[in-house]
Structures are given as C-alpha cells and as structure tokens.
C-alpha cells in the first residue's frame, strides 16, 4: 500500500510563501500533483505534473505557484509564492500509478494576517 507523506504547510501572511513536499513510500507513477479544498467548497486542481516535466496549473495559481518532482526520491513539491487569502485550504497530494491513484491526508496553509 502506498503511503503519502505531506508537509510544509501551515499559517503565512499575505504575499507570504510556503513550499509543501510529499513524499511517496514506494511506486512508479505517471503523474503526481496537488489539490485543494476550502470549507464550503469542493476539492479543485492546483497543479500537475507528469514523469516528463510536464506541468498543469490553475488559473488562479498561475505565475505563483511551482510544481516540481524528484522521481528518484519519489517526492512532488509546490512552491507557493504570493499568497493569498484566497488560497486558504487544506491541500492534497495525489499520485497517479498506472491502475490506482493515492491520496495524502492533507495538509492545512492558511494566509492571513
């Protein structure tokens, strides 16, 4: 069973940065990425990318955010710069194999002042 391990998140002021890392425990996947989901509201893309390099972002992260993986480490990270208020959320790591995707349990990143 693979196991997902988050971190990095946490409370950052507005125009703040944060970086989260998740780390797989075992696996071989096509495409790795993050999720996020406010209260209220329902779980959304953030940003993706593929055993290639190749990247997928929201629109409302593009120009802020960096997807970047380590496919010797198993890991995916987000670089997150410019925060806003609006990317309050719990954030999600997903990994992608060939039959299964896996999820991580989250991590919170709340921007205020």
């Known amino acids: 069973q693979v196991q997902l391990v988050e971190s990095g998140g946490g409370l950052v002021q507005p125009g703040g940065s944060l970086r989260l890392s998740c780390a797989a425990s075992?696996?071989?996947?096509?495409?790795m990425g993050w999720y996020r989901q406010a209260p209220g509201k329902e779980r959304e893309l953030v940003a993706t990318?593929?055993?290639?390099?190749?990247?997928n972002y929201a629109d409302s992260v593009k120009g802020r955010f960096t997807i970047s993986r380590d496919n010797a480490k198993n890991t995916v990270h987000l670089q997150m710069n410019s925060l806003k208020p609006e990317d309050t959320a719990v954030y999600y790591c997903?990994?992608?194999?060939?039959?299964?995707?896996?999820w991580g349990q989250g991590t919170q990143v709340t921007v205020s002042s």
């Open positions: 997903k990994v992608e194999s060939l039959r299964n995707g896996y």
């Open positions: 990318i593929t055993n290639t390099g190749r990247t």
């Open positions: 075992e696996g071989i996947f096509g495409v």
